[in-house]
């Protein structure tokens, strides 16, 4: 789990580092494809069907449909925003898919979880700070980024068993491309050949998600649940520290503030569901 969210917090600093050089829905669509054919020819190596009628169901539907929302919103953030500020909103993502589970699979959560969730939801208030002087739309970004990874964790509970990691990692990174495609047609940017730079970023990025994705799956498959979850919020510090060293960012008060009040809420709602 921890070498998941390393991973993932270079893959995040890689695509951040691409859009300085690259429109941000050509670089979409290649670290889309790049990850769904390392996906598509992991299938193929141990003799997985790229496409079987569970792909097709209403869960997998809903699945891509959230995935092109959390990808697309959680790109743009990480190319209009700092690095450390999107890190931190999105653990938010453990919360709201807490609150979901109990709204929409009837799952039981009680008071106490329910505070805290609160509790977590005004610390993304926090550090978005709405209403000041220093607020930014564009932070918006990262929530809606958050909420679409939200909607997709949810809709893989429900996602055929049978479906491999292998498979939702190629559905995945296609639902990316798809979203990146889009927004490029939307931007109407004319496509620029990667120069070696952006080539290098962009090859790192694939490798590194492709990479997180399948350390992550391993952890959540293998280990206990309630054990490997809490290290989720080591990415929190990758994030940071990446963010901090190599773009130059700075740490607020607010930031630091709602930071804590998520992982604490996000720690305590683990720590209940173990005790029930």
């Known amino acids: 789990m921890v070498a998941a969210m390393a991973l993932f917090a270079i893959e995040d600093a890689m695509v951040k580092a691409a859009t300085t050089s690259m429109p941000v829905g050509q670089t979409m669509l290649i670290f889309g494809l790049g990850g769904a054919a390392l ?16 792909v097709i ?10 995935e092109i929302v959390g990808r697309l919103f959680y790109v743009l953030a ?16 453990p919360l709201v898919v807490v609150a979901g589970a109990a ?7 009680g008071w106490r979880r329910w505070l805290a969730i609160g509790i977590g939801l005004v610390g993304v208030l926090v550090i978005l700070q709405p209403g000041a002087e220093s607020f930014s739309g564009l932070s918006v970004l990262a929530v809606l980024g958050m909420l679409g990874f939200a909607g997709r964790d949810l809709a893989s509970r429900a996602a055929p068993a049978a479906l491999g990691t292998s498979i939702l990692g190629l559905y995945g990174f296609l639902s990316l491309a798809f979203a990146g ?46 054990a490997v979850t809490p290290f989720r919020y080591t990415r929190l510090l990758f994030g940071i520290g990446i963010g901090l060293v190599f773009f130059g960012e700075t740490l607020t008060p607010p930031m630091i503030f709602g930071s804590g009040l998520i992982v604490l809420s996000g720690l ?6 173990k005790q029930a």
């Open 181 to 226: 495609g889009a927004f490029a047609l939307w931007q109407g940017h004319p496509f620029v050949a990667p120069d070696p730079i952006s080539g290098f970023y962009l090859s790192g990025a694939i490798l590194a998600g492709v990479a997180a994705y399948s350390c992550l799956m391993k952890a959540m498959r293998s280990g206990e649940v309630s």
């Open 103 to 109: 709204l929409l699979f009837g799952e039981r959560v």
């Open 57 to 66: 169901s209403r869960p997998m539907r809903l699945r891509v449909c959230f």
């Open 78 to 93: 990480l190319a209009l925003t700092p690095l450390a500020s999107a890190t931190v909103i999105l653990q938010a993502t």
């Open 39 to 54: 996906f598509a020819a992991t299938a193929l190596w141990f003799k997985e069907p790229l496409y079987t009628r569970d």
């Open 268 to 273: 305590f709602i683990m720590w209940r569901g």
